[in-house]
């Protein structure tokens, strides 16, 4: 947050990045008292540039009157380099496992202490999925959450295990089991969920390495249960997440 936004020497810009910057993974939703606050503004000068900035899409109003970050921003971040070239290439991938599956694929990546989700494949059966592309969720509650959250650092984990919150009567909130569980997706390589986002969904997830071996995305499934085909699901996640890798290794050796 800026601390000296409201001098007469700060741009229009700078206040403008102000406001944007008073949103975070702890803030995704403000008054607008909250924003001139957060943010060091007048609530006045607050005002003029939540306007314009909602106007834009940069910035959402929502039906409680608060506002969030808008799609504008989004998109405009799907053209980093980063997120749009790791779409790229898992994106024949995905489509692979839909094809073999016909269950709705997801391929999502940590952001602060969320899973966003940068691409989905919507299955046929009637699932519950409340995942968008664009969307964050928790990452203790998903299974490509808990995928990410298992790689994590050390400081991420202990942010995420101090505020579990129940979403499901079936969402894990026992920082201990958690952890547990965090150990077993590193252990066997896969996380799964049952009923712990919405309701009649389960989810197995992998995680997707890039060429140092380090954990950069998830790749996950969403079905109505795991009872018999989730050694198979958990096969077809790793076959794709291994060619996604093939590609990471290939690439960065060409830019080297």
């Known amino acids: 947050m800026a601390g000296n936004t409201s001098e007469p020497g700060a741009s229009v810009t700078s206040r403008l990045f102000a406001v944007l910057d008073s949103f975070d993974s702890q803030c995704r939703e403000q008054r607008l008292s909250d924003i001139a606050r957060r943010s060091g503004l007048p609530v006045a000068t607050a005002h003029r540039l939540v306007r314009d900035l909602t106007e834009w899409g940069a910035l959402l109003r929502t039906p409680n009157g608060s506002y969030s970050i808008g799609p504008r921003l989004w998109d405009l971040g799907l053209l980093s380099p980063t997120h749009t ?13 839909y094809a073999a599956t016909l269950a709705t694929v997801h391929l999502a990546v940590r952001d602060g202490t969320s899973a966003l989700y940068l691409d989905r494949l919507s299955g046929h059966a009637s699932v519950p999925v409340v995942s968008n592309i664009g969307s964050r969720l928790a990452l203790h509650a998903t299974g490509v959450g808990k995928v990410l959250l298992a790689h994590a650092p050390e400081e991420v984990q202990l942010a995420v295990l101090a505020d579990l919150r129940r979403i499901t009567p079936y969402t894990v909130v026992q920082p201990g089991r958690m952890r547990a569980e965090l150990a077993r997706v590193r252990q066997e390589g896969f996380a799964q969920t049952s009923e712990e986002m919405s309701l009649g969904a389960c989810s197995v997830a992998v995680p997707v390495r890039d060429g ?45």
Do not use: C, M
């Open 85 to 97: 070239g790791l779409r790229e290439i898992a994106s024949p991938f995905l489509h692979d496992i």
């Open 212 to 256: 140092a071996e380090a954990v950069v995305a998830a790749l996950g499934i969403v079905v109505t249960s795991l009872k018999r085909d989730r050694g198979r699901l958990v096969a077809a996640l790793q076959v794709a997440a291994q060619g996604i890798h093939r590609t990471l290794v290939s690439l960065s050796g060409r830019q080297a």
